[in-house]
């Protein structure tokens, strides 16, 4: 059983580079989400889905962006990453937006220099 | 702003009962109190969750207080595999949930 699915697993990259953090479940849960893990400051919503075709904004979405083209799928993307997006980043799915447990993935860890 | 308060850590003894605390004075009538824990390396797994009884499942109990103001996580006999991070967490209709620094578990051989 895979669950949910996230590559990288760790990235460097230089300041201002684009890149995109994916994100695959097989669960066909309904909500997906994306959120980062900074020391001390635990895990903070950064994007995350309803269903598919629909996203919103979570407590930190600035300098992200998402898409959910179908239900299996949810990138996320740094147009132009920053030193302040080093971090690690968790994709997660349920299987409604607000209700039921949350399924998380490895986590993928990215230096931004 | 957090809805939920909780110790920053706690020690405890392999094989003894681990009780951790969360304070949520504010929620409200709809509110379910979710437990998550994360393994170190790893992302996070879901514990337990309640409304207003008590649960029990395989790996934890979750006693809600009668006003609901405040729940504890019970670890009934922590073992090395249990140091974790614990987190008590409010979800319901806000899905803007996150999840707050929560309380660090240590566990003594």
């Known amino acids: 059983i895979a669950g949910i699915t996230q590559a990288p697993t760790s990235q460097i990259l230089a300041a201002g580079r684009r890149m995109t953090l994916r994100c695959t479940q097989d669960?066909?849960?309904?909500?997906m989400y994306w959120y980062r893990q900074d020391l001390g400051l635990g895990l903070r919503l950064i994007h995350y889905?309803?269903?598919?075709?629909?996203?919103g904004k979570g407590e930190v979405p600035d300098g992200y962006s998402v898409s959910r083209a179908n239900t299996d799928d949810f990138p996320l993307t740094l147009a132009s990453a920053v030193p302040s997006q080093t971090s690690v980043y968790f994709c997660?799915?349920?299987?409604?937006?607000?209700?039921?447990?949350?399924?998380f993935g490895e986590g993928s860890r990215l230096t931004v220099l | 702003d957090a809805k939920t308060t909780q110790p920053n850590s706690m020690e405890s003894n392999e094989e003894e009962p681990v009780h951790l605390p969360c304070n949520h004075s504010?929620?409200?009538?709809?509110?379910?109190i979710h437990w998550y824990r994360q393994l170190p390396s790893q992302g996070p797994e879901y514990v337990i969750h309640?409304?207003?009884s008590n649960v029990n499942n395989r790996m934890a109990s979750l006693a809600i207080a009668e006003d609901r103001k405040s729940s504890t996580l019970i670890l009934h006999r922590a073992t090395l595999r249990d140091a974790a991070v614990y987190y008590c967490?409010?979800?319901?209709?806000?899905?803007?949930?996150?999840f707050g620094a929560g309380t660090t578990v240590t566990v003594r051989a």
């Open positions: 997660a799915s349920s299987k409604q937006v607000n209700t039921g447990e949350l399924f």
């Open positions: 669960m066909r849960h309904n909500a």
């Open positions: 889905s309803n269903t598919a075709g629909t996203t």
């Open positions: 504010t929620i409200s009538g709809t509110d379910y």
């Open positions: 309640g409304l207003t």
């Open positions: 967490i409010l979800r319901d209709d806000d899905y803007k949930l996150s």
